[in-house]
């Protein structure tokens, strides 16, 4: 089973450029959340869907968007890269409310 | 203050030593705990799922969960130097998981 796939593993990008974190689980599971994990400040919570076409604000949304147009995927939108947004980001996805969440392996980003 | 603590370590230990990992918490309103273990590059595992007051094992792990205190605890027997992680403990609150920071564990062969 491949569970949840992010891509890319790595990505190197300048101030102000765009890009896009890819997001895919096979579980047909209906959650999908997004973290960023940053040095001794644990995982927090960008943005979250309970399904297809539903999508909510997590603990620190800004400069973040994202969509869920099916309910494998998952992608999550940088729109204006900052020095800040440098960080791990992981994609997970969990059958439903309080159940363990299953997660990717991560995309390393670098805003230089 | 955050919501769930943890020392952020290093813990080293031997090879066959029992380790014990704690997290406190501040929010009454966590029902459930959650043991992640984390290896380098990796994305975080569950590893201990529990809901009440009490002890829960799972082969060498035991979570045990004291919520008089809000104090959570997660035992490894027998250690291995692959156990050598990081570990999150994690609790639901709504639609959000509010995870610790980690402690770093390695275990020396």
């Known amino acids: 089973n491949a569970g949840v796939t992010q891509t890319p593993k790595f990505r190197i990008l300048k101030i102000g450029q765009s890009m896009t974190l890819q997001c895919t689980q096979d579980m047909n599971h209906n959650y999908m959340y997004w973290y960023r994990q940053d040095p001794g400040m644990g995982l927090k919570l960008i943005y979250y869907?309970?399904?297809?076409?539903?999508?909510d604000k997590g603990e620190v949304p800004n400069g973040y968007n994202v969509s869920r147009s099916t309910t494998e995927d998952f992608p999550l939108r940088l729109e204006l890269a900052a020095p800040s947004q440098t960080s791990v980001y992981f994609c997970?996805?969990?059958?439903?409310?309080?159940?363990?969440?299953?997660f990717g392996d991560g995309t390393r980003l670098s805003i230089l | 203050q955050k919501e769930v603590e943890q020392d952020p370590g290093p813990l080293s230990v031997p090879e066959g030593a029992i380790v014990s990992l704690n997290c406190t918490y501040s929010n009454s309103a966590f029902q459930y705990f959650m043991w992640y273990r984390q290896y380098s590059r990796k994305g975080p595992e569950l590893l201990m799922y529990t809901y009440s007051s009490g002890n829960k094992e799972d082969g060498r792990f035991t979570a045990q969960v004291d919520k008089s205190s809000k104090y959570i605890s997660l035992f490894i027997r027998d250690s291995q130097p692959s156990d050598s992680a990081t570990y999150l403990c994690?609790?639901?609150?709504?639609?959000?998981?509010?995870f610790g920071p980690g402690t770093r564990l390695s275990v020396l062969p």
């Open positions: 997970a996805s969990s059958p439903g409310l309080d159940q363990p969440q299953h």
């Open positions: 994690a609790a639901p609150l709504g639609q959000n998981f509010v």
């Open positions: 869907s309970v399904g297809a076409g539903i999508t």
